[in-house]
């Protein structure tokens, strides 16, 4: 069955990079495009960017502009998401998502396989 | 920026009752909307998405319906499980993606 495997909790301080994996499994990791949605404690969903599988095409959320990558290996069919100049506000619980339509170039839609969350702790 | 307000905030239903949430976009979204259930510790679940079409697996129990600006989701008879947070989401006019603030459904 398909399934997205994230990377383990991490504890950055202010001021540091961190970067999550999502290893992807069961199904053609090219035909579709994985976004990243963040959930700090207590709050509600945040859609932080897409990637394309396909080609590596990206779109993120302004906000977020100049301060996260994300890119995929298809070699190893697994996508990356870096976040730098890590603050106190970063902290959350971070997902990658598929889209659920079988169109790696269309740009992000809904999301039917997440993975199981990564948590990273920003403190001093 | 299409903005997703969710009401009510907090639903207080018993198990068999009918739940009715509601997703109100800031501009219309045609039917670009999608549902989600999330539990503590869970990642978000889809439940329905382009407005009305449920997601494989999901019970029948669960509809949505609505476009433009004005959306709902329905669960016709709660079941224990279905104790959760609701989120709707729109992908139609991105970026960015945009989430609804949550509706959680508890137990009366």
């Known amino acids: 069955q398909v399934q997205l495997v994230q990377s383990g909790a991490e504890v950055k301080k202010p001021g540091a990079s961190v970067k999550v994996s999502c290893k992807a499994s069961a199904y053609t990791f090219t035909n579709y495009g994985i976004s990243w949605v963040r959930q700090a404690p207590g709050q509600g969903l945040e859609w932080m960017g897409w990637i394309s599988a396909y080609n590596g095409n990206t779109n993120y959320a302004q906000k977020l502009q100049g301060r996260v990558t994300m890119t995929t290996d298809t070699s190893t069919t697994t996508a990356y998401m870096e976040l730098r100049s890590l603050r106190s506000d970063d902290t959350a619980v971070y997902y990658c998502?598929?889209?659920?339509?079988?169109?790696?170039?269309?740009?992000?839609?809904?999301?039917?396989?997440w993975g199981q969350g990564t948590r990273v702790t920003v403190s001093s | 920026e299409i903005v997703l307000t969710q009401s009510p905030a907090t639903l207080s239903l018993s198990p068999g009752e009918r739940a009715t949430l509601s997703c109100r976009a800031s501009q219309s979204v045609s039917r670009y909307l999608a549902w989600y259930q999330q539990k503590p510790g869970q990642a978000p679940r889809l439940l329905i998405y382009d407005a009305s079409n449920r997601a494989t697996g999901i019970p029948a129990r669960f509809s949505g319906s609505g476009s433009g600006t004005d959306f709902t989701l329905t669960i016709s008879s709660l079941e224990p499980e279905d104790f959760a947070v609701y989120y709707c989401?729109?992908?139609?006019?991105?970026?960015?993606?945009?989430f609804g603030q949550g509706t959680r459904l508890e137990i009366k």
């Open positions: 998502a598929r889209g659920i339509f079988p169109n790696a170039v269309a740009g992000p839609n809904y999301f039917d396989y």
């Open positions: 989401q729109q992908r139609s006019n991105w970026p960015p993606i945009t």
